[in-house]
């Protein structure tokens, strides 16, 4: 079964960095997008970018743009999400979901990854 | 860039319809994807394309999209059905394609 399995809760001081990882398994790594979202404290769903497992490519949210890098390594089904210069607003959980192709829904989400920025 | 709004709450009795509403300019010309979170888990889809229901989900959730108000209606509401409701949409309007999400609706069950 497909499953989409991130790391754990992360406690950083301000201006710090965090990277937080997302291991993909039951279904073919290459051949869908991921995508990374995050959701502050009582508030909505954040679009932060996008990652293609096949090439590498990215596209980010112009938000993030010069803060957020995303990765992948396929040898190991598993991507990243690194955000730096962080402050007490980054302070959210972050999820990764994947999606097969452009307009298609996310039908699977991992479970959340917690980051709490604060001194 | 594009914007979705959707009501910050919806209070519907057990056994009623809801209806929770989506506004965007032409909204009507975008595929629309409803995802349903209940406290402290990860969304879950419940509607895409509009009006398809993925399986496992029940046939009492149903979608529409026209103009500029996409709705996902909840028919026979049960307990259980008390989360919060994200609207989603592509936006190509940028050089770049990329995720929108409306602000969310919080569903609550008298």
């Known amino acids: 079964q497909v499953q989409l399995v991130q790391s754990g809760a992360e406690v950083k001081k301000p201006g710090a960095s965090v990277k937080v990882s997302c291991k993909a398994s039951g279904y073919t790594f290459t051949s869908y997008y991921m995508h990374w979202v995050r959701q502050a404290p009582g508030q909505g769903l954040e679009w932060m970018g996008i990652i293609n497992p096949s090439g590498g490519s990215t596209s980010y949210a112009q938000k993030f743009q010069g803060r957020v890098t995303m990765t992948r390594d396929t040898s190991t089904s598993t991507v990243y999400m690194e955000l730096s210069i962080l402050t007490s607003e980054d302070t959210a959980v972050y999820y990764c979901a994947r999606v097969s192709r452009p307009f298609k829904p996310f039908d699977y989400w991992g479970q959340g990854t917690l980051v709490t920025a604060s001194s | ?110």
């Open chain 2, 1 to 110: 860039s594009y914007v979705l709004t959707q009501p910050p709450s919806v209070s519907v009795a057990p056994g009623k319809t809801a209806r929770i509403t989506c506004g965007g300019n032409n909204i009507g010309s975008k595929s629309v994807h409803w995802y349903q979170q209940k406290p402290g888990q990860a969304p879950v889809l419940v509607i895409y394309y509009d009006s398809d229901r993925p399986s496992g989900i029940p046939e009492r959730f149903s979608g529409s999209n026209s103009g500029n108000t996409a709705t996902l209606t909840i028919s026979r509401v049960e307990a259980g059905d008390e989360a919060d409701y994200y609207c989603q949409v592509w936006d190509s309007s940028s050089d770049h394609q990329r995720v929108v999400f409306g602000g969310g609706t919080k569903l609550t069950v008298l």
